[in-house]
């Protein structure tokens, strides 16, 4: 077992149970660059998806090339372009080392923020689209004869319904946006997997240092799933408009069996 | 019969889907208090028609006017142009539409179905809104589901709440969609008791229902549509005892 014995477990102890300020520096950048990046995507994503209904054609042009355009390329492709291209092709450097007025942030990091935001924007149009999509056209035309304005309407009745729909695959999405963040290492953002390649480069342990970050995300990705599924529970619930204690769940889960049970004796 | 006594004025109004002609010229005046049936078979236009009332449903021709004003359209030198998004809505305010499957609003309670439109609408201040929503639900004998949401409600409690959130608006005319026609048969009658109350007190109303029991108890008239157009009206007494259309005879036979 030679193999085993190459691990230096006191490295990967000290990853997993020990890990120093530089690490929960990173640890932090890695969650506040997916919340703010899967934030503006959501935002995007609406602003793109209402512009696709838009009764004016070159709004809804726009939207349609914009999907075209940022699913249909690697991320990593537009992050790169955004981070170098853009300073290039506009002559500004839009991405300056550090942005004073951000309170010192990273001019990298908030490239980063701004490429995957994008991008994100694109897959979350397809999402609430079909979120809005699914709600029954009966609705729209209820609130319309009750003389709501289509923007009243989309308010106040169809994304509110559609949101519910929307909650699960938007889940799974920053369960994604997390892990696409390490994409970022790329262009020197020090978050939890550019924080790992830094150990390797200092102490050429590739196991201890990979399989480590790679535990780190699976933590931030089961965490993630917990709060989801509360999220999730809590949404049903209020549509019910009643709430099921665990006993009364399990019950209903449990009576077909019964009634299954009762039919065959 | 003075004009201001004329809510739906309805003239020569054609309606095509692609190339099917829905709406052959249909013409209908229903006067204020009044109650009209509207029977027919499948397909003969009568929901397109009441759809276009409160301009669900753009015309290809003819004019809509309720209380006066015309529906959907604005008049410039003779010719006719789509109104404003904004003027039309203002207009279904005093329309009152209920649907076959009822669209209430699943995420929002029933006293919260009731207020939606009166708040955000019309911006009636919440506490008055809440008061009325509560004696409206009292009228159609729902007031203590008032916190319920419509996935706990059963069908004609559903409708209920429906004709109670339109009532809210107090519209000068109600239409009913096939109202009961979703509906299971045991709850149909608590809807009709409903609607003809509202009819007794009062309310203009146009009903497309294939209910005949409801058209003898609270109608006026009743219209007969077929193939895009009325073929025959008159009192119920008049379908019950001597339809003169042959196509009506036939119709009733079929329903009653």
Request: aromatic share 10%.
């Amino acid at each position: 077992m030679t193999l085993v014995a190459a691990v230096d477990w006191h490295i990967l102890w000290q990853r997993i149970f020990h890990p120093d300020h530089v690490f929960f520096d990173a640890l932090w950048k890695t969650i506040y660059i997916s919340v703010a990046a899967q934030f503006f995507g959501v935002l995007l994503g609406l602003m793109a998806a209402l512009m696709r209904m838009s009764k004016f054609w070159p709004a809804r042009l726009l939207s349609g090339l914009y999907v075209l355009l940022f699913r249909g390329t690697p991320v990593i492709v537009q992050i790169f372009f955004v981070y170098f291209g853009a300073n290039l092709l506009f002559g500004v450097d839009l991405f300056p080392r550090t942005v004073g007025w951000l309170g010192g942030l990273n001019g990298a990091v908030f490239a980063g923020i701004v490429a995957l935001a994008v991008n994100e924007g694109a897959y979350m149009r397809e999402i609430i689209r079909a979120g809005i999509d699914a709600i029954d056209k009966g609705q729209l035309e209820a609130a319309r004869s009750l003389g709501m304005t289509q923007r009243l309407a989309m308010r106040r009745v169809v994304l509110p319904q559609a949101a519910r729909v929307i909650v699960p695959p938007l889940g799974n999405e920053f369960n994604n946006m997390m892990k696409t963040t390490s994409l970022l290492f790329f262009i020197g953002v020090s978050e939890i997997f550019g924080n790992a390649d830094v150990n390797y480069a200092n102490n050429f342990k590739p196991v201890e240092e990979f399989a480590s970050v790679a535990l780190w995300y699976l933590v931030l990705t089961t965490v993630w799933s917990v709060i989801q599924a509360q999220i999730e529970r809590k949404l049903s619930v209020s549509e019910r408009g009643e709430e099921l204690s665990f006993r009364e769940r399990l019950a209903q889960a449990w009576s077909p069996v019964q009634a299954w049970g009762r039919g065959a004796l | 019969m003075s004009a201001t006594d004329v809510v739906l004025r309805a003239a020569d109004v054609q309606k095509h889907f692609g190339r099917l002609h829905v709406l052959k010229g249909v013409s209908l005046d229903v006067r204020r208090r009044e109650t009209v049936c509207i029977i027919g078979p499948s397909g003969s236009g009568k929901t397109t028609f009441i759809r276009c009332i409160n301009h669900l449903e753009k015309l290809d021709g003819g004019r809509i006017e309720v209380n006066g004003s015309l529906i959907g359209y604005r008049e410039r030198k003779g010719r006719l142009a789509e109104d404003s998004e904004r003027s039309i809505a203002r207009q279904r305010t005093q329309i009152g539409m209920v649907f076959q499957r009822f669209n209430l609003f699943p995420h929002r309670t029933a006293l919260e179905n009731v207020i939606e439109a009166p708040v955000h609408v019309l911006g009636v201040p919440k506490e008055q809104a809440v008061a009325e929503a509560e004696a409206l639900l009292a009228r159609v004998g729902l007031a203590e589901k008032r916190d319920v949401y419509p996935g706990k409600l059963s069908g004609g409690q559903q409708q209920r709440v429906a004709i109670a959130r339109a009532l809210a608006m107090k519209p000068a005319l109600m239409l009913f969609d096939e109202p009961t026609s979703a509906l299971d048969p045991e709850v149909i009658g608590e809807v009709l008791l409903v609607m003809a109350e509202l009819a007794h007190e009062g309310m203009t109303m146009i009903v497309v229902s294939h209910e005949m029991g409801f058209a003898r108890e609270a109608a006026d008239r009743v219209v007969m549509m077929d193939d895009g157009r009325i073929i025959e009206e008159g009192t119920p007494e008049h379908f019950f005892e001597s339809p003169e259309h042959e196509r009506t005879k036939q119709f009733l036979s079929k329903i009653l």
